[in-house]
């Protein structure tokens, strides 16, 4: 890849693509972000958009909303990848989630397209917590969802945005799947009590029904799509399967994943208001 390499950043108003589009421009590269709302209009649900967002595009960075693991997924990622080829793309990154049997189907149509690829599968985002959906339960002072303690190793998208930028950029990330997550296994609990000690307020831990939580998506305005990926994810994906860290940050940065303590240091400013 040179620096007149065009990219493509599909998602690029959400949690990785804004950090992948920025940090793609920083270090001189080009690169055009396209979604709904995106300088490049863009839409899973309108094949219309996508030939006119490929246009001159040598590498994507591939992200897929809700999930890949809803039904139509695989279809939608395997008619991108086709047109793609056509239109003379040469790289796909896809971003991928971790311990999903559904999303694995959509890295295998990439890996196969006869693209170069690179594959990112994460774990739950640190994000999430800040500028995701789950960032009222801090502000409020009280995690509440339908989970016991089973742990999961948070990954910062700080370090999987480098990765993607990293593979968009240079050959030697061609044909890896890099399973990344964070250094530690922590339980919902335990990252209520990391932002209690951290942020030095309370933030208290509580299990509730999978009924009670979607019907708080509900009110929060979550649209469909969304309340069936968590649902799934929740009731499915949470069963211990995931419970174990991964060397994929290391592997592709040389370096160790950021801890979730200093995520939430870093991030401080996004919880000013947390209730004492
Ligand atoms: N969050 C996690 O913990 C996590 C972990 C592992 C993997 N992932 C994967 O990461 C991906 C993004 O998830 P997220 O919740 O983190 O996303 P997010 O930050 O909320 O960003 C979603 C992006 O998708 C775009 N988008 C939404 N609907 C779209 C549509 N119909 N067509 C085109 N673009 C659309 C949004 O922009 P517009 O509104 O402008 O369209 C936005 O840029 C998903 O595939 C998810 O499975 C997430």
Known sequence: MTQSTQHLIIGATGKTGTRV???LREKGFSAKGASRQGDVHFDWNDEKTWASALNGVDSVYLTYYPDLAIPKAPEDISRFCALAKIRGVSHI?????RGEPAAQVCENIVKQSGL?????????????????????????????????????PFVDIDDIAEIV???????????????????????????????SRVLNKPVVFEQISLEAFQQGLESAGADKGAIEALTYLFTEVLD?????????????????????????RDNAHWFEGVKK
């Open 240 to 264: 211990g399967r995931n419970a174990h860290t991964c060397e994929g940050i290391p592997q592709a940065l040389g370096r160790p994943a950021k801890s979730f303590d200093d995520f939430v």
């Open 21 to 23: 589009l920025e940090n």
């Open 165 to 195: 930028v990293e593979s968009l950029t240079d050959d030697k990330h061609n044909g890896q799947l890099y399973e990344v997550t964070g250094p530690e296994l922590l339980s919902f609990k335990a990252v209520a009590d990391t932002f």
């Open 93 to 97: 990154t896809l971003l991928s989630g």
């Open 116 to 152: 170069s690829w690179t594959v990112v599968r994460a774990s739950w985002f640190n994000q999430n917590f800040s500028e995701g959906m789950f960032r009222d339960y801090i502000l409020n002072g009280r995690i509440a969802l339908p989970v016991d303690h089973m742990p999961e």
